[in-house]
């Protein structure tokens, strides 16, 4: 899943370049392959390429550090040429950690990009663990918000009655009241934005205030980490 609150404007483009390489020696042996496949390939790369990489210079401000191709020491050299405004890091996230949709409680394996075949490989292997975890995972929904965006992120349930976000995705909704929290006022500037979590694409859960509140029968219990080394 994937959200306007996922996709964040990074303004360090050095801390990018290293969480890139980060990504690239974490990741799986085929992973790997499919992220260097594409880098020692600088004339017979895919389309979708060049538009991912004009998205990820927005992301990065067109910040001087990618631009330049100056790095970390950390990341290797060589791989892509410099003037080619953050296409390693493009490449890296792209296949390293593709963007899958879910439908109707499996994950649609053709959905991210083909190039990565590795993630393919791995969530074949385990889709029956995976569907599992799903049940845990929602999508959250939002009205009155400051613009159209229907969704802004994910959710995951750590215990039962009990979901987490990401902070830049609760603070698009969000902030600070005590100790505690508030939802921000939404487009309207008189009413709180709404907010619900869509498990598997069921939206039956009620509002997260309500929810986190009162608790709710609907949530269960995340499932036990899952390895897929």
């Not at 020692?40 to 927005?58: D, F, H, S, V, Y």
């Not at 899958?100 to 074949?124: H, N, P, Q, T």
């Not at 929290?181 to 309500?210: E, H």
């Amino acid at each position: 899943m994937s959200a306007p609150g996922d996709e964040m404007a990074i303004s360090d483009s050095t801390r990018v370049s290293a969480v890139a390489q980060q990504i690239k020696e974490a990741s799986n042996p085929d992973v790997q392959a499919d992220i260097e496949a594409l880098l020692k390939q600088p004339r017979e790369r895919p389309a979708w390429l060049r538009e991912a990489q004009q998205a990820m210079k927005r992301r990065l401000r067109n910040e001087p550090a990618i631009e330049a191709g100056i790095r970390p020491a950390a990341v290797d050299e060589g791989a892509a040429p410099s003037d080619e405004v953050g296409v390693r890091e493009t490449i890296v996230f792209a296949v390293g950690t593709p963007v899958y949709v879910v439908r109707d409680g499996r994950i649609d394996l053709d959905s991210a990009r083909a190039e990565a075949k590795g993630w393919r490989k791995l969530l074949a292997q385990h889709d029956a663990s995976m569907a599992n975890v799903l049940m845990s995972v929602g999508r959250i929904d939002v009205d009155n918000f400051v613009d159209d965006s229907p969704y802004v992120g994910t959710a995951w349930v750590i215990d039962d009655g009990l979901v987490v976000t990401n902070r830049h995705v609760a603070n698009l909704f969000a902030e600070a009241s005590g100790v505690g929290f508030k939802f921000r006022l939404g487009f309207d500037a008189r009413t709180p934005i709404g907010v619900k979590v869509d498990f598997l694409g069921n939206s039956a859960m009620t509002g997260l205030q309500k929810s986190a509140s009162n608790g709710s029968s609907g949530w269960r219990r995340r499932p036990d980490p899952m390895s897929l080394s």
